[in-house]
């Protein structure tokens, strides 16, 4: 340890020797306050002096007093009808009910279809699972047997538990 001389109060204090030659100041106060003595505190407005830029100007964007925007008292205005949406009618994107898509989800393609309106969707292979043998019990998950994820066959489902699910797929990571 060095023993050091603070700049702006003049107390001892001890720094590593690393920091022998850079450490002036004893506390973060005492370096503010050097720091703003050697730059602000010398600082001169002189380039401010005589600036008459705009000075007394209003703000190029503003209003001038009195003045009447061009859209005042015009309500429900429709300037493109043509193009406007219209109540009751129905988008040009939405997708009946059974449409199939595929998506990327968590690093793998899967299949989803459309099972209700606005927006409901399903994973493929679940919904043809609960077509051919009803709903998928509880602590139960369908398995593609190949690991092919959007081979959703019937003979490539399986209707396992989720431990028996991790096991498989743990083989996989090691």
């Given amino acids: ?100 898509v595929k998506r990327l989800e968590k690093g793998k393609v899967r299949n989803f279809i459309k099972v209700g309106d606005p927006n409901k969707w399903k994973y493929y292979y679940v919904y043809l699972w609960e077509q051919e043998n009803g709903e998928v019990p509880n602590g139960y998950v369908i398995h593609h047997i190949n690991k092919i994820s959007d081979d959703d066959r019937l003979e490539n489902l399986a209707c396992i538990t989720r431990k028996e699910h991790i096991n498989i797929h743990r083989a996989d990571l090691s």
């Fill in 1 to 100: 340890m060095v023993e050091k001389k603070c700049v702006v109060c003049g107390k001892t204090f001890c720094v590593k020797n690393y920091r022998k030659d850079i450490a002036l100041y004893c506390s973060r106060s005492c370096s503010s306050k050097g720091n703003y003595s050697k730059s602000l505190a010398k600082a001169t407005h002189e380039h401010l002096i005589g600036n008459n830029y705009r000075k007394g100007k209003r703000p190029a964007n503003a209003f001038e007093k009195g003045h009447i925007a061009w859209n005042k008292g015009i309500k429900g205005m429709h300037n493109s009808p043509k193009t406007e949406f219209k109540k009751g009618k129905e988008s040009e994107n939405k997708l009946p009910i059974g449409t199939i």
